[in-house]
């Protein structure tokens, strides 16, 4: 059994790769005879065969040295389909498949195309067979399907008598041909007046073609330098006037963690761009049909708003439905919006780059089409919100990218910018908001882009949700928020000017405290300690140990190991070194004309401060941090040494 299968050329082919014919269409001579079939499988496919002579067949046309056929047969005879019937028309009709030509002769017209279409040749024996005719001829809806329409229109000027070409029927998708025309409404009456008006082609439009590929196939859309860089298009056609987020032909990914509040940006997004004209689809997959209604009402529309339109998850294929996404409309929209990758691309993992780069073709191919729409995608992060989730495949396909984070109680400091500021969006941080986030009426999301391929890539930028106003708002408060981290580095060098100016001042007093009790005097070290401890202060170690090495005192060595130095109070040998400004009030602290060279109180030493306080008794700790603002005695002392300590 399986040898006489085998013979009959029916062990492959019919039901190869889980594949099942679904149509036949006889190729014949004039009289009838059947030369080859084209077989229509599902899911779409095509193949040919040719009768063996032994009732079964070979599937292929042609015997090439590697054929097993047994004799070997003789190439098949290439003809026009409906060979019999277009043979005795006047006019006819020349299409790019046999299901099309089906699909004319229900509304009384006759048609024709030749075998594999687009993929093979116009060879000169089909125009011979249309000699003398009048032809129209209509191109599917692709660059192949025009470039084969020409290729046979060069071949049949001057040889029929008129040749009318329709380029792309109305309310036909990407790649679709008169049989979608049929089903999206065409009638018996609507495609005879559509040849009608359809322009004659003549010599000088043939002429105009010559510089083009003639061949056609998959690589007919292949264009001289000329062609390819004439137009003005260098620079992104941007559809929001931040030209931030959407540009024809191109895809824009924004993801966050989940819950973030991404879709009412994106709902907002589709009605604004709708209130301006552009026709915006919003594919929702992600939502209940009543949320994303109750959204887009909340956010202005209406429903005598003939856009946006909407599609939800019961009708909308998923991405991995590739033939669904086939006769998606491209040309209806100038704007594509997804809500989101992961629920239209279920089953695609993060580990397999594969299956991501397959679901995220269709929508490649829908924005890459000439004039195509700009398409925008809503995504999740991965928990720990480092990147999106699905392949990195998924980013590499986009033309911009945003990675959006919670600024909602974004306090800038203005110590950095504010973007390195956001909170942690990690899984776990953002569940520990969780309560907070279904409370607020208002909510920020910043928009850090991490791609931004066709144009100078935008700031970092903030846009607030107000779902307290009727309609909802979204408006951009990135201005605020830098206006605020700036108002806060003034009150910093506000405070911090302050600080320097009250430091050298409780650096004397404290000098002078320990002088009055008898006290180790500071090293530097402890001298810079003790202002960097000051509170309220935030002197930095740099800061201190200019204040130490200022006019304003002195360093004197300190004998012993180390090359240790004390801090005094600068002496007065000279006018250009009396102590001014914070030190001015301590100069007649030893009575008039005292000199702050060598304080007599004052015992420099290495041992450490404390020991030295046990040791002659002193209540006093070597480095003071009073929470007070530190002060001067207002009048001097006869004997500052007996009297009432100062207090600081």
């Keep these: 059994m399986k040898a006489w299968l085998k013979e009959?050329?029916?062990?492959?082919?019919?039901?190869?790769?889980?594949?099942?014919?679904?149509?036949?269409?006889?190729?014949?001579?004039?009289?009838?005879?059947?030369?080859?079939?084209?077989?229509?499988?599902?899911?779409?496919?095509?193949?040919?065969?040719?009768?063996?002579?032994?009732?079964?067949?070979?599937?292929?046309?042609?015997?090439?040295?590697?054929?097993?056929?047994?004799?070997?047969?003789?190439?098949?005879?290439?003809?026009?389909?409906?060979?019999?019937?277009?043979?005795?028309?006047?006019?006819?009709?020349?299409?790019?498949?046999?299901?099309?030509?089906?699909?004319?002769?229900?509304?009384?017209?006759?048609?024709?195309?030749?075998?594999?279409?687009?993929?093979?040749?116009?060879?000169?024996?089909?125009?011979?067979?249309?000699r003398g005719k009048r032809l129209c001829l209509a191109a599917d809806a692709d660059a192949p399907g025009v470039a084969?329409?020409?290729?046979?229109?060069?071949?049949?000027?001057?040889?029929?008598?008129?040749?009318?070409?329709?380029?792309?029927?109305?309310?036909v998708p990407n790649k679709g041909d008169l049989t979608d025309y049929v089903q999206a409404g065409g009638t018996r009456e609507s495609l005879p007046k559509l040849i009608e008006e359809a322009p004659h082609l003549t010599a000088a439009d043939v002429a105009k073609w010559k510089a083009e590929p003639a061949t056609a196939g998959p690589w007919a859309g292949i264009e001289s330098m000329e062609s390819f860089l004439s137009g003005d298009d260098d620079d992104a056609e941007f559809l929001d006037k931040g030209n931030r987020f959407l540009a024809r032909q191109c895809i824009t990914e924004v993801f966050s963690p989940r819950g973030l509040g991404k879709t009412l940006f994106a709902l907002w997004l589709a009605v604004l761009l709708a209130m301006r004209g552009l026709r915006v689809l919003y594919i929702d997959r992600d939502n209940p049909k009543r949320v994303t209604k109750a959204r887009l009402r909340r956010f202005g529309a209406k429903a005598e708003m003939k856009n946006p339109n909407a599609i939800t998850r019961e009708k909308c294929p998923p991405l991995t439905d590739s033939k669904g996404w086939t006769s998606f409309p491209y040309s209806d929209y100038d704007v594509v919006i997804l809500d989101s990758f992961d629920s239209a691309a279920e089953g695609v993992g993060e580990q397999d780059s594969?299956?991501?780069?397959?679901?995220?073709?269709?929508?490649?191919?829908?924005a890459r089409r000439e004039n195509g729409p700009s398409v925008l995608v809503l995504g999740n992060t991965t928990k720990d919100a480092k990147h999106s989730r699905g392949s990195g495949v998924?980013?590499?396909?986009?033309?911009?990218?945003?990675?959006?984070?919670?600024?909602?109680?974004?306090?800038?400091?203005?110590?950095?910018?504010?973007?390195?500021?956001l909170p942690p969006a990690d899984a776990g941080s953002w569940a520990g908001r969780a309560s907070w986030r279904k409370q607020q009426e208002k909510s920020r999301l910043a928009f850090i882009s991490s791609k931004f391929r066709i144009g100078p890539e935008p700031e970092p930028f903030i846009l607030e949700i107000d779902t307290t106003t009727d309609p909802w708002t979204v408006k951009d408060v990135t201005d605020q928020v830098d206006a605020e981290g700036a108002a806060a580095r003034e009150q910093r060098a506000r405070e911090?000017?302050?600080?320097?100016?009250?430091?050298?001042?409780?650096?004397?007093a404290e000098v002078i405290r320990r002088?009055?009790?008898?006290?180790?005097?500071?090293?530097?070290?402890?001298?810079?300690?003790?202002?960097?401890?000051?509170?309220?202060?935030?002197?930095?170690?740099?800061?201190?140990?200019?204040i130490t090495e200022s006019k304003t005192f002195e360093l004197v060595p300190v004998a012993g190991k180390g090359h240790s130095k004390a801090v005094q109070l600068a002496s007065k040998k000279e006018e250009s070194n009396r102590n001014n400004g914070v030190a001015e009030g301590a100069q007649t602290l030893g009575g008039n004309g005292a000199h702050f060279g060598c304080l007599q109180s004052m015992h420099p030493t290495e041992i450490d401060p404390i020991q030295t306080r046990e040791k002659c008794g002193s209540e006093k700790p070597p480095i003071s941090v009073d929470d007070s603002l530190f002060t001067l005695p207002s009048e001097p002392r006869n004997d500052p040494l007996d009297d009432e300590e100062v207090r600081l």
């Design 148 to 171: 084969h329409t020409k290729d046979a229109a060069r071949s049949l000027i001057g040889m029929v008598q008129s040749v009318k070409l329709i380029e792309a029927l109305p309310g």
């Design 515 to 546: 002088n009055q009790a008898r006290e180790p005097a500071l090293l530097k070290k402890q001298a810079e300690e003790f202002l960097t401890h000051l509170a309220g202060l935030r002197i930095t170690q740099k800061e201190a140990r200019e």
């Design 394 to 421: 998924i980013e590499d396909r986009a033309d911009i990218v945003y990675e959006v984070r919670d600024a909602s109680k974004l306090q800038a400091s203005g110590q950095k910018a504010w973007w390195e500021e």
């Design 8 to 130: 009959r050329g029916l062990l492959n082919g019919p039901t190869s790769g889980g594949k099942h014919i679904t149509a036949t269409y006889d190729f014949t001579d004039e009289a009838g005879r059947l030369l080859y079939q084209e077989v229509r499988y599902e899911p779409k496919d095509f193949k040919f065969r040719r009768p063996n002579g032994k009732g079964g067949w070979v599937w292929h046309l042609e015997c090439n040295e590697d054929c097993k056929c047994e004799p070997k047969l003789p190439p098949v005879r290439r003809v026009l389909y409906n060979l019999p019937t277009l043979l005795k028309a006047t006019s006819v009709l020349v299409l790019e498949g046999p299901k099309d030509c089906e699909s004319a002769q229900k509304l009384g017209l006759v048609a024709t195309t030749n075998a594999m279409g687009a993929k093979a040749p116009w060879l000169p024996g089909y125009s011979e067979t249309l």
């Design 354 to 366: 594969a299956k991501p780069s397959k679901a995220i073709a269709p929508l490649v191919d829908i």
């Design 496 to 508: 911090k000017a302050e600080a320097i100016e009250k430091a050298p001042a409780a650096l004397v």
